[in-house]
């Protein structure tokens, strides 16, 4: 297997794993799997820290960066280093940042969301694939149980499709995370799951989706980019990508997108006998 140049963003890399990740030995296919569902840690793990989560030796963590078209660990760390500071401010950098700009006051707080929350409405109008949304649907209404799982940033999606989903009387189950209890077994035949994540994407989220996945159960994903871990076979995406301010994003197309899920499963779902 040839060496390539190294990839020059965060979208490279995820396209090189889907590139390379089939025709891997075993362990440096380890190292894809993990690094794909992982790639948040990777701007602030070391390497022993990414191979024990791989399970497979330090060696072949530096093998596989090679691989990808990296001198090694620390020029692949980079480029998500990079990333991180230019997407990922802290809290305290970013209402630092509101101050210096003069927009904290609450009006004039509300009137910028506002704007952004139109713009993230009117992008999910212009992009989102209606048929996709329609076999979406159509899953999520065949199935006996829904299995709702979002957390951190997501999970106020995932709880309120719960919420709609119960109001509707429509079984459904809210994998929230407590405890660190593994709830996949709760996931049986003739159920579905809804998985929801953005960026920087949550492991127990993309862990429950491959579950999911490689057990036949459908999976309906709503993610915010391609190079998403959950944007795997298997899996029906549903995109969207919320304008923010000021590096804070709100909600506002996501929940649109996620009471329109709800409402269009519990349309179109058989009432109970």
Known sequence: MQDRPAPQSIEGFHQRLRELSDGLPK??????EYL???????????VAELAAGAEVQPSAMMR??????FSGFS???KLFRESVAKGFPDYASRLANLRERGAGSPSA????????GRMSLENLANTVDSRVLDEAVARLAQAQMLHVIGLRRAFPVASYLTYAFEKMEIP????????KLNQAHAVRPGDALIAITFAPYTEDTVALARNCTTRGIPVVAITDTVISPVQIEGVLPLSVSEVDFGAFRALSATL???ITLAV????QRKPRP
């Open 27 to 32: 362990r440096l296919k380890q190292c894809a």
């Open 264 to 267: 269009a499963v519990g349309a």
């Open 64 to 69: 596989f960066c090679q691989i990808m078209g």
């Open 36 to 46: 794909a569902a992982n790639s948040d840690r990777i701007a602030l793990s070391t």
């Open 172 to 179: 459904a189950m809210l994998h929230d995370g407590v405890g």
């Open 75 to 77: 020029e692949m760390q």
């Open 109 to 116: 707080l509300l009137a910028e969301f506002v704007d952004a």
């Open 256 to 258: 649109s997108l996620a």
